[in-house]
């Protein structure tokens, strides 16, 4: 992934959204000597500049986070060209932050590559025959399959807490289902539970849209509860 004779060739669309689109890539470096040829796909995750359009409760979001530049921070408060552009940088260098810092944690993230601007490079992560794993909202797990689901979800939201932090926007579009593996994606809202002054509330949220899913699935599945043993996980 890092070496620098490898070549990127976009294959194409994954996801559109408001805020960002997702490509397919191959970065592949041909056979030299005694060197095989390799390759892997990564996910690119592009954040629009011109086009593009804060987060929802953004505001909520990055409460506590600050921008160092005073011009970038003006620019960005006025929303020209450069602020735009200025914003949906931060956005994809918070992303890039929280995978890096998460995925040591050992939440179950997509691997970070690297970050350029507003594109980020991470991990793709497939269904096993060569296309996109899908959304946990687009399964119909088995029940033993379900419970396996919750509890690999509930340890990643244990770790994140553990590290003081919510997802803030968890839902089961935002969880992939890899076979018998879930992995969380959509993080450059990450939010300090303590430190964010609605975090608490964020933390709730993440709880009620997990655990309505699994219950209307077939396991009861307790909100506050969840919310119970992940704040054991914070203080």
Aim: net charge negative; charged share 25%.
């Amino acid at each position: 992934m890092t070496e620098q004779a490898a070549i990127d060739t976009e294959l194409g669309v994954l996801k559109t959204g408001k805020e960002a689109d997702v490509f397919l890539l191959e970065r592949a470096v041909e056979a030299i000597g005694d060197n095989l040829a390799k390759s892997s796909l990564l996910a690119a995750k592009r954040y629009r500049t011109e086009e593009h359009r804060s987060f929802h409760r953004s505001t909520s979001y990055v409460e506590g986070r600050r921008t160092r530049n005073s011009r970038d921070s003006r620019a960005m408060a006025k929303k020209t060209s450069h602020g735009r552009g200025v914003a949906a940088g931060q956005w994809a260098y918070a992303e890039w932050d929280a995978l890096n810092r998460l995925w040591k944690a050992g939440v179950p993230v997509p691997y970070p590559v690297q970050v350029d601007g507003t594109e980020l490079l991470m991990e793709f992560i497939d269904d096993g025959e060569g296309g996109a794993a899908p959304r946990l909202a687009q399964v119909r797990p088995s029940k033993e399959l379900l419970g396996v689901y919750f509890e690999q979800l509930r340890d990643g939201m244990r770790e994140l807490a553990r590290a003081g932090l919510a997802h803030g926007d968890l839902s089961p579009y935002n969880v992939l289902a890899q076979a018998e593996r879930i992995v969380m994606i959509d993080l450059p809202q990450v939010v300090d539970i303590v430190g964010n002054p609605k975090g608490m509330d964020f933390l709730m949220r993440d709880c009620h849209n997990m655990a309505t899913w699994f219950t209307h699935r077939g396991l009861e599945i307790d909100e506050q509860e969840l919310f119970a043993d992940l704040l054991t996980m914070v203080f």
